[in-house]
């Protein structure tokens, strides 16, 4: 199990500034929630815990230790840290197969299997995400399914390195509202049975509070509000966080109103 630490992140771009003195810690078992407007700098707090971008000021930490931008530790740290992107439309290659897919990322982090035990994992983390009979899927190109189910690929080839730390970046606003809980479950129960760390970027304050253990509230590249799911949504402080809970959707208070 791992745990990433984020410390006094910083990121200036030029005259710029899209993350600034950013802390937080992702634990092992628990899903933080990024939550913000696009432009308010998460999708940069992703880009820099994967170690796509380096950060101007701050570090990263992993178990306590700086990450090494070189050599075998971070090697090991790109493991560790793995990402599900926004889009499953652009994120797969359409001119090849499932189980290619899956087996790139298998062959390259478990160098040791052997052709039918690469296969045999494939197969088995297709299972993991609910997609079976996972042979027939192996063999189906991205084309060939609906776009939760592309998802769901994307979340197995993430869980193909066996990491300790998942990010998940706007997981679900590219997919139909009708398999959204399905795929946000999916991530819940899989971020419970691997005693995953999961941070959950997006911009829905109410998927926010179901799905997550703690919020992270972020505006303008900053950390506003943070703190347990329920606390920032029912007692927001922050007038920020008091406009994203007031349009987050809310049936309770759609009854209340809709009463004579």
């Known amino acids: 199990m791992t745990t990433v630490e984020a410390r006094g992140l910083g ?8 993350v600034d003195d950013v802390s937080f810690t992702l634990e092992p078992g628990r899903t933080t929630a990024l939550v913000g407007q696009s432009g308010s700098g998460k999708s940069t707090i992703a880009k820099l815990l994967l170690q796509l971008e380096r950060p101007t000021s701050g570090q990263i930490l992993v178990d306590g230790e700086p990450v090494a931008r070189r050599g075998a530790a971070a090697a090991a740290y790109r493991r560790t840290v793995q990402m599900v992107f ?3 439309y652009a994120s797969l290659n359409p001119f090849h197969s499932v189980g290619h897919h899956l ?19 494939v197969l088995h983390l297709l299972e993991r995400v609910r997609l079976t009979p996972a042979e027939e899927v192996a063999r189906r190109r991205p084309h060939e399914l609906s776009g939760g189910q592309r998802q769901r690929v994307a979340i197995a080839r993430a869980l193909a390195p066996e990491p300790g730390i998942l990010i998940a970046d706007e997981p679900v606003s590219m997919l139909d509202v009708s398999i959204r809980l399905g795929v946000l479950n999916l991530l819940a129960d899989l971020q ?16 926010a509070r179901h799905f997550s253990d703690d919020i992270l509230v972020m505006y303008q590249g900053r950390i506003v509000e943070r703190g347990p799911a329920d606390d920032v949504i029912i007692n927001p402080r922050h007038e920020y966080t008091k406009l994203l809970a007031e349009a987050a959707p809310n049936p309770e208070r759609r009854i209340k109103n809709l009463q004579p």
């Open 86 to 88: 926004q889009d499953p």
């Open 192 to 207: 419970r049975e691997e005693q995953l760390a999961v941070l959950y970027i997006t911009h829905d304050l109410a998927t």
């Open 103 to 121: 087996e790139r990322p298998v062959r390259l982090h478990h160098r040791e299997l052997t052709g039918p035990q690469v296969r045999e994992r």
């Open 11 to 18: 990121k200036r771009y030029r005259k710029f500034v899209a």
